[in-house]
């Protein structure tokens, strides 16, 4: 049946989803940096332009336009670009500590739903099917909730429901897990609003740091996703131990 599959069938699905991984990834040899937009949108720009960074320009004209005896003012500019220059380090370090968390409890999902709810592969596959269409409409969501609230605090608070949702698995587990039709939702909820501030995260980053430098603070991404898979390891001992709610 649909739900019995050998090692050599799933040895070509994840083949074909290697190849197809790598086609579309063919596209991204098109990206051309050099029509990317200039710092201000729509302004004309040029590579000199293309390579500053506007929060520093902007603290640097406001201090330029100050009145030389306005010594607090521009004490409190110094102090806004030193801010300016920490957020960064913050949103890096803020990753890490997510990605280390997440990863002791996502890649045990579809065991946990197969194993403890009880669910057929392909009912567990099509909760993954799923998750990415809930995604984009809480995605939606939180960038206009971030225009009347902010991003920082829209990202707090969707990321406060998505750790709520996963608290209510844990603490409402024996109710739960025999009633799937609600155990479910609760991990979509909880998928998507963990997600849906990616966008926003990203946008405050860039708006951060120089246009020379965002590359590399966006390969940083990749020290993340390594503490992701090593506390995933962790995750594994601990699930074989104390099981997958524990973990």
């Keep these: 049946g649909s739900d019995s599959w050998t090692l050599s069938e799933l040895k070509n699905i994840i083949l ?6 790598g086609m579309t990834s063919i596209f991204m040899f098109l990206f051309d940096d050099r029509k990317s937009l200039p710092e201000e949108e729509g302004g004309k720009g040029d590579d000199d332009t293309a390579e500053s960074s506007a929060p520093e320009e902007e603290c640097e ?84 909730t971030s225009r009347s609230l902010g991003r920082v605090q829209t990202i707090i608070l969707f990321s406060s429901m998505g750790v709520i949702s996963l608290y209510s698995m844990v603490l409402f587990e024996d109710y739960l897990v025999p009633r799937w039709y609600l155990l479910v939702p609760i991990y979509l909820l909880r998928n998507a609003m963990m997600n ?13 740091v120089p246009k020379n430098e ?31 709610t524990y973990s």
Aim: glycine share 8%; proline share 4%.
């Design 61 to 144: 004209n406001l201090v330029l336009s100050l009145a030389p005896g306005d010594a607090s003012a521009r004490a409190d500019l110094e102090s806004l670009r030193r801010r300016r220059r920490k957020i960064p380090y913050i949103l890096f370090m803020a990753e890490m500590v997510s990605a280390l968390g997440s990863g002791m409890t996502i890649k045990f999902f579809p065991l946990y739903f197969k194993n403890t709810v009880g669910m057929s592969p392909s009912q567990v596959q099509t909760i993954y099917v799923v998750a990415p269409f809930v995604l984009v409409v809480t995605s939606s969501l939180a960038e206009k």
């Design 214 to 244: 965002r590359a590399r603070w966006i390969s940083l991404n990749s020290i993340a996703t390594f503490g992701w898979c090593g506390s995933a390891a962790l995750g594994g001992v601990l699930a074989d131990k104390f099981g997958y």
């Design 196 to 208: 849906s501030g990616g966008a926003l995260w990203e946008s405050i980053l860039m708006d951060s």
């Design 16 to 21: 074909l989803g290697v190849l197809l991984q």
